[in-house]
């Protein structure tokens, strides 16, 4: 334990955030109506957005200007939901944020919750500060199955009419301010043959061999941006990355399989246009399709994208970026390999960085974890926000 003196003021909100199990699959009300709720008591009235299910929402908030206005501004933006803890050996229940050593332990303390309670816990000082610009919070859903959330937040955004100057997305960084990662795309790929003995296999379609035709085919292409590039050595892997993940087909042993289907993850260089990759991936997809129908023509191959997160690259000589190092972050010259929505908000024009409290290589495994000393450091640094937005600053 932490004496008082070192002790998160956020601490009470990660705790409360943890406790509402938000994994993807689930559905993120819960926590979408205790932050509306909260915001509400102190009359900031939210924007809850639902999803078309209605089981899924973003919000987003605006602290107003001393003025009134509610234009402009900075945007603070997390995600809402996690990745599931099925499976994992954890020392502490996931959903009971727990501190040893310095450390809170917890699903979503690093990946991101930690960040979204240091804004809560820093709204009654933003209500306090005359300022002379909105702060705007900005939550969403689904960022771990593809950003889906972060795709309808910049819309509802812009729809909002509240037209932010920056956008800082505080995923784990280590308070470093990230300025690119590569894009995250997830496609399914369906191979559906048609069904047979196995003691007549003439008169059948494997999917399954031609589904590893296919993942053959994928890891070859991965092998040649490895070895060929193109190379960004901004990035601590210089090259587009790509590999068949999932995989699911066949029901016996005795019966040609009729229906393979995979799922696969590319991610690219800002050198490397993801739609040139996915025309790669149909091309081969409807090779092989012809080769099925060859052999049957009520074979198929289908091709569905799942996910599609952009690049992000910040703006030459973003102010956003300078602001970040102003208020104590520290400028990081390498970029990194995993997605965020900033990719989304910077598409809308929006200046954006990625800076957070936390580590990614504790995001998503069993013990996830983030220190003390990085939720006071964002504390401090949403602080100094705060107060450079003071009017009269």
Known sequence: MTDAAATPRSLAWVRRLVAIDTTSRDSNLPLIEVVAQYLREHDVEPHVLPDESGRKANLVATIPAADGGRVGGVVLSGHTDVVPVDGQEWDSDPFEAVVRDGRLYGRGTADMKGFIAVALEALPRMLATPLNEPIHLALTYDEEVGCLGGAQIVKQIADLGIAPRACIVGEPTSMRVITGHKSMNVVAVTFTGVAAHSSLT??????????????????????????????????????TTGGVNV???GIASNTVADRCRLELDFRTIPAVAPGNVLELLRGEAARLEQLMQAENPGASVDVEVLAAVPSFEAEDGSRTVELAVALGATEAAERVTYGTEAGQFAGTGIDT????????AQAHGPNEYVDLAQLLACEAFVDRLIEHLRAGD
């Open 247 to 249: 995989v699911a087909g």
């Open 202 to 239: 003439p008169n059948g379609v494997n999917a399954i061999e031609y589904a590893a035709a296919f993942i053959r085919f994928v890891r070859e292409q991965a092998q040649r941006w490895r070895e060929a590039g193109p190379f960004d050595e901004a990035y601590p892997v210089a090259y």
């Open 353 to 360: 960085i990625v800076c957070g409290p936390g580590d990614i």
